[in-house]
C-alpha cells in the first residue's frame, strides 16, 4: 500500500520508510503549512463572532462578583474591550486566560469556575 508523505507524517506511522528528495519534501512543508494556517484562520473567524461578555456575565464565568471583576480590571489582570465609555466587555479568550493563571490570594476567587 502506497502512502502519501503527508499521511505518513501526519499519521506518525513508524512502519513506514521514506525515501524523499527535496521537491517532495517542499511539497509537504507547504501542505502542511496550508493546513496549519486554514486551521488559525478558522479559529480566528470563529473567535470574531463570538459575543462579548457583560461585566456580570463575567463575573460569573471567573466565580467572583462584579466588585472583584472591577478590582482584576484596575490592578491590569484582565483586560476589558470598551464598546463606550461605560460598557466594558470582556472577550472569551480574556475570560479564558485569566482563568488559566493561578488567582492571587487577595481576590478569593472560587475554584470551581
Do not use: H
Not at 17 to 27: I, K, M, P, Q, Y
Not at 90 to 101: G, H, P, Y
Not at 107 to 113: D, E, V
Request: glycine share 4%.
Amino acid at each position: 500500500m502506497e502512502t502519501s508523505i503527508f499521511e505518513a507524517i501526519v499519521t506518525g506511522d513508524a512502519r513506514v520508510t521514506l525515501n524523499v528528495n527535496a521537491a517532495d519534501l517542499r511539497d509537504a512543508v507547504i501542505a502542511m503549512a496550508e493546513v496549519a494556517m486554514n486551521k488559525a484562520e478558522r479559529e480566528a473567524r470563529e473567535n470574531r463572532y463570538k459575543p462579548a461578555l457583560t461585566p456580570k456575565e463575567a463575573a460569573a464565568r471567573i466565580g467572583c462578583s462584579t466588585r472583584t471583576l472591577r478590582r482584576l480590571v484596575v490592578d491590569g489582570i484582565i483586560t476589558p474591550a470598551q464598546l463606550g465609555r461605560k460598557m466594558p466587555r470582556f472577550s472569551e479568550a480574556e475570560i479564558e486566560r485569566a482563568l488559566s493563571t493561578p488567582p492571587m490570594r487577595k481576590y478569593k476567587l472560587k475554584q470551581n469556575a
